[in-house]
């Protein structure tokens, strides 16, 4: 876990992007991610909660809202899995060759935003 001051800055980042009017906005699509998920359990007739659920659905949310496309959303996993595990090092320039996975992080180096799935 990441503690303050650290994550203070970073769930400011985030509290930009997730208020209360930007959520309503998208709660069809938020509706649709959770049915999906779950529809995909039922199928199965089981799953692994944690990895297939409550992963899952803020995930997909999350990278929804971020305009991160599916294809990313294992990078923002993980990126933000680093982010948040103070055990590892923090690294001088850490980033700056585009080969390390970094998600971009304007708005203008994104795919442009498709549909859910």
């Known amino acids: ?4 001051p650290d994550h203070d800055k970073h769930r400011a980042i985030l509290n930009k992007v997730f208020t209360p009017r930007a959520v309503a906005a998208r709660e069809d699509d938020i509706r649709a991610v959770i049915t999906e998920l779950l529809d995909d359990v039922i199928e199965r007739g089981e799953c692994d909660f944690v990895s297939e659920v409550a992963v899952q659905f803020p995930l997909a949310v999350t990278a929804n809202m971020l305009g991160v496309p ?3 959303r294992g990078k923002l996993f993980d ?14 320039g850490a980033g700056d060759d585009a080969g390390d996975g970094r998600l971009p992080a304007r708005a203008d180096q994104r795919a442009p935003r498709t549909a859910h799935r």
């Open 1 to 4: 876990m990441m503690d303050p």
């Open 70 to 72: 599916h294809s990313d």
């Open 79 to 92: 990126w933000t899995n680093k982010m948040a595990d103070v055990s590892l090092p923090a690294r001088a």
